[in-house]
């Protein structure tokens, strides 16, 4: 690196103009300068007024500094130690045949040949052979009739035999009333069902879970799943039951009495307003037993409809309840909601939540008032 002005070495010391504000030098180094350090030292006059800057540059001959004669003399003297491509390969041939002197070294002598030839053409050998044959039919007998034992297959052999023998007896075997045609019958019978096993285990046992059952099940639309399981739907009825394995329906029973007397239907005389007291009693096995009412009665709701089922009106304050169990309600019904008219009606004392729940349910009939004849 030499030091010194090398303003010698530019194309021009005034900077040529590439764009606004950018110009542009050409420097020329010499090749004899390895590694040159250099200094840049710029005047830019702008309005009169006159600023320097300056800025540093390394130039290197990477061949020269990094990479020296001394180095390729080593990398020479590591190459002449590789093994050549011969030797790696086995073969001197770019095709990575056997090499043509090695094809000559390895070739059977003409004498070597006839050696071979004359040692098969003995009668001990040709006895030998004849022997192996003789063996080998015995082994497997007359159409393969000794083939008994199949040990020696693989379990993909034996499938693919099995698969073959079935496949010619069926295609064979097509007409009606053949093996063929009734086994064609059943997998159609069958077909869409990865499992039998897996399909009868989630219809019968609660609990089981076998996902590609449960799919082919329900692809021709459904919503099957386990809970529907017979095992499953025998503990609900064990549960509903009180565990005795059968179900007993016992649906809400309503005696109705009027006035406490008899069983009978509401009757109410057109003009009067009169409270209908009605015992309600479910139907048990042993017989009928009283239902408690006291905390439903304060908001049971009356209704009461023509016989065919439009709306009259409905009763839902003034209920009260008594009963030595609780299980009478006692419904007020005032003479103006009657209207006047004399008519057969239906009634439904209806579950404060859930109104299609009835507690009781009968006829309700509206006659006139008897005329009154003086004594």
Same mark, same amino acid.
């Given at each position: 690196m030499s030091p010194g002005h090398r303003t010698g070495n530019l194309g021009s010391t005034t900077g040529t103009l590439v764009s606004t504000g950018h110009y542009r030098w050409i420097y020329t180094a010499s090749n004899t300068d390895d590694l040159e350090q250099l200094v840049w030292a710029f005047s830019v006059v702008e309005n009169a007024a006159t600023r320097k800057y300056a800025n540093a540059?390394?130039?290197?001959?990477?061949? &020269? =500094?990094?990479?020296? *004669?001394?180095?390729? +003399?080593?990398? #020479? !003297?590591?190459?002449?130690?590789?093994?050549?491509?011969?030797?790696?390969?086995g073969t001197s041939e770019s095709t990575g045949a056997i090499d043509t002197a090695d094809k000559t070294g390895m070739a059977l002598s003409v004498t070597g040949v006839t050696?071979?030839?004359?040692?098969?053409?003995?009668?001990? &050998? =040709?006895?030998?052979? *004849?022997?192996?044959? +003789?063996?080998? #039919? !015995?082994?497997i007998g007359t159409a393969g009739g000794g083939l008994t034992d199949l040990g020696g297959m693989s379990t993909g052999m034996k499938t693919e035999v099995g698969e073959s023998v079935l496949d010619a007896a069926t295609s064979s075997h097509q007409s009606a009333g053949t093996v063929?045609?009734?086994?064609?019958?059943?997998?159609?019978?069958?077909?869409?069902?990865?499992?039998?096993?897996?399909?009868?285990?989630?219809?019968?046992?609660?609990?089981?879970?076998?996902?590609?059952?449960?799919?082919?099940?329900?692809?021709?639309?459904?919503?099957?799943?386990?809970?529907?399981?017979?095992?499953?739907?025998?503990?609900?009825?064990?549960?509903?039951?009180?565990?005795?394995?059968?179900?007993?329906?016992?649906p809400?029973?309503?005696?109705?009495?009027?006035?406490?007397?008899?069983?009978?239907?509401?009757?109410?005389?057109?003009?009067?307003?009169?409270?209908?007291s009605i015992y309600v009693y479910q139907e048990t096995v042993s017989g009928l037993s009283p239902v408690d009412m006291s905390s439903v009665y304060s908001d049971l709701v009356l209704s009461v409809a023509d016989q065919k089922g439009k709306f009259k009106f409905k009763v839902?304050?003034?209920?009260?309840?008594?009963?030595?169990?609780?299980?009478?309600i006692n419904v007020p019904i005032p003479a103006s909601a009657i209207g006047g008219k004399q008519a057969s009606l239906e009634y439904a004392i209806r579950d404060p939540t859930n109104g299609q729940f009835v507690y009781s349910h009968g006829q309700f009939s509206i006659r006139r008032v008897p005329i009154y004849v003086a004594p």
């Amino acid at each position: 690196m030499s030091p010194g002005h090398r303003t010698g070495n530019l194309g021009s010391t005034t900077g040529t103009l590439v764009s606004t504000g950018h110009y542009r030098w050409i420097y020329t180094a010499s090749n004899t300068d390895d590694l040159e350090q250099l200094v840049w030292a710029f005047s830019v006059v702008e309005n009169a007024a006159t600023r320097k800057y300056a800025n540093a540059t390394i130039v290197v001959d990477t061949t &020269a =500094v990094d990479f020296t *004669q001394a180095d390729r +003399d080593k990398l #020479e !003297t590591l190459h002449g130690k590789v093994p050549s491509r011969g030797y790696l390969t086995g073969t001197s041939e770019s095709t990575g045949a056997i090499d043509t002197a090695d094809k000559t070294g390895m070739a059977l002598s003409v004498t070597g040949v006839t050696a071979v030839q004359s040692g098969l053409s003995t009668a001990s &050998a =040709v006895s030998n052979v *004849q022997t192996t044959a +003789d063996n080998i #039919e !015995t082994q497997i007998g007359t159409a393969g009739g000794g083939l008994t034992d199949l040990g020696g297959m693989s379990t993909g052999m034996k499938t693919e035999v099995g698969e073959s023998v079935l496949d010619a007896a069926t295609s064979s075997h097509q007409s009606a009333g053949t093996v063929g045609k009734t086994l064609t019958d059943i997998l159609a019978v069958f077909a869409g069902i990865t499992s039998l096993a897996g399909w009868l285990r989630y219809i019968m046992r609660a609990g089981f879970s076998d996902s590609t059952a449960l799919a082919e099940i329900n692809s021709g639309g459904g919503t099957f799943s386990n809970n529907d399981a017979l095992e499953s739907l025998q503990g609900d009825i064990a549960t509903l039951s009180g565990g005795g394995g059968s179900t007993v329906i016992a649906p809400v029973l309503s005696v109705i009495r009027n006035n406490a007397s008899t069983p009978t239907n509401l009757v109410q005389h057109n003009g009067e307003t009169k409270t209908h007291s009605i015992y309600v009693y479910q139907e048990t096995v042993s017989g009928l037993s009283p239902v408690d009412m006291s905390s439903v009665y304060s908001d049971l709701v009356l209704s009461v409809a023509d016989q065919k089922g439009k709306f009259k009106f409905k009763v839902d304050s003034g209920i009260t309840n008594s009963g030595v169990n609780n299980e009478v309600i006692n419904v007020p019904i005032p003479a103006s909601a009657i209207g006047g008219k004399q008519a057969s009606l239906e009634y439904a004392i209806r579950d404060p939540t859930n109104g299609q729940f009835v507690y009781s349910h009968g006829q309700f009939s509206i006659r006139r008032v008897p005329i009154y004849v003086a004594p």
